[in-house]
């Protein structure tokens, strides 16, 4: 792998060195324990939420089902429906809290794709051309 990319080589190919940064950063980022406190905790309260939601169902489902009254029953439908409104607000925080660690490491990988692209248009070793870069030719021509 050589320090400059041809255009039949890809349109994103960092060069080695650029490449072991991100490597170290993201060892550095694993080092850490993973995720934080507050997304362990956050994770934890989804979940908790999804199961203490599932239960609310279960429970608001027997009782209904042992209610000869349809009256009786409707306060248990009412309830079933806030045990449903919870699994899903649930589900939503733990999906959440998910994709911001995915996000994490997509910002760290284009931060490092660009800053060896402009170090390496700097050093005229890459041209922006639409092989080599083609979503900065298009902001720079203004179709962005």
Do not use: C
């Amino acid at each position: 792998m050589s320090d400059t990319a041809s255009p039949s080589s890809g349109a994103h190919q960092m060069s080695q060195q650029a490449a072991a940064g991100f490597r170290s950063e993201l060892e550095k980022l694993r080092a850490n324990s993973g995720p934080g406190p507050r997304d362990k905790a956050v994770g934890a309260f989804g979940i908790a939420m999804v199961v203490i939601g599932l239960v609310v169902i279960l429970v608001a489902y027997n009782q209904a089902t042992s209610m000869p009254d349809v009256r009786d029953q409707l306060e248990m439908v009412i309830l079933g429906g806030f045990g449903t409104a919870l699994a899903i607000v649930g589900g939503v925080v733990y999906a959440v809290m998910s994709a911001q660690r995915f996000m994490r490491f997509w910002l760290l990988r284009v931060i490092f794709e660009q800053r060896d692209l402009a170090a390496r248009s700097h050093e005229g070793g890459v041209r922006a051309t639409s092989d080599s870069a083609p979503e900065l030719v298009a902001f720079t021509r203004g179709e962005i």
